[in-house]
């Protein structure tokens, strides 16, 4: 069974980038030369299971749309992390849909493959939940209060408090996401990444900044559940970027003077 970048040409011919291979599904991992190609055979038991053993020659879809989603929690070598974003947004335009209960066994798979996907604990109190290897000088709750003074956001308190567990300080809930405007989960995700990349990049230039802190809040921060929104939405993220936070961070920010 055909997948890869292959099957997204045969279904959409207009896509831009040409395939360098074929990757097949099958029982073992080889490299074949056919007619000048190289095929790269791979094994995934979970696709041959969800087809039930009879797999059609090139892959579904919405099976490659979940497949290459799948792969997004882990930082692959070779820049095929950013390619599988680009496919994704791509293929999103196009019309395919992410299969939950598919993307559900390719995960639990890849953590086989790939190792671990560690995520961070948020069953935890604010202040535990911060104190970390980190060294900025001011709270992270605070950032999130001054980012919500910027005009963009206009804002008395952060998007984050919206879907607070009940009684907690850092776990968020599902359903209180599910329930906010797309407008507030733009936000939500935007308020986060901001801060997070003001506490770990605020020497690069903002829009590097966000961009990796996105890419490292989806592999290893966000709730599984939200971190697939933001795979989804990751075109519009990175290319509506508000304004220059880190600027505005520097000019707002009220460092305390400790004497020595």
């Known amino acids: 069974m055909i997948i ?39 094994d995934n038991p979970i696709l041959v299971n969800y087809y039930k053993g009879h797999c059609p020659v090139i892959i579904g879809l919405d099976e490659l749309y979940t497949l290459k989603i799948s792969h997004s929690f ?4 070779n820049g095929s992390w950013e390619k599988h974003i680009f ?16 993307f559900n066994d390719l995960y639990v798979y890849w ?22 290897a980190l060294s900025f000088p001011i709270p992270h709750d605070d950032l999130h209060y001054i980012l919500i ?10 998007t984050f408090d919206k879907i607070l ?15 906010l405007t797309e407008k507030e989960k733009y936000n939500l995700v935007i308020e986060e990444v901001m801060c997070m990349a003001m ?28 971190a697939l929104w933001i795979i989804e939405n990751h075109k519009e993220l990175i290319r509506t970027i508000p304004f220059n936070f880190i600027d505005f961070f520097n000019k707002n920010i009220k460092y305390e003077k400790i004497d020595s």
């Open 4 to 42: 890869g970048s292959t099957a997204i040409k045969h279904y959409f011919p207009d896509f831009k980038r040409e395939p360098k291979d074929v990757d097949v599904i099958q029982d073992v991992m080889t490299y074949k030369i056919k007619d000048g190609v190289k095929v790269e055979y791979l």
């Open 74 to 77: 882990w930082n692959l070598e």
């Open 87 to 102: 496919d994704i947004q791509y293929m999103k335009e196009k019309g395919c849909k992410l299969i939950l209960p598919l």
């Open 111 to 132: 953590n086989t493959i790939h190792g671990k996907n560690k995520r961070s604990e948020l069953e935890m109190t604010s202040e535990d939940f911060f104190d970390n």
């Open 149 to 158: 003074k910027h005009p963009y956001f206009n804002q008395d308190k952060p």
């Open 165 to 179: 567990k009940d009684g907690e300080e850092v776990a968020v809930d599902e359903k209180k996401f599910n329930l």
């Open 199 to 226: 506490e770990r990049y605020n020497k690069d230039y903002y829009k590097s900044a966000f961009s990796k802190m996105l890419k490292k809040f989806i592999i290893s921060h966000a709730p599984i559940w939200e």
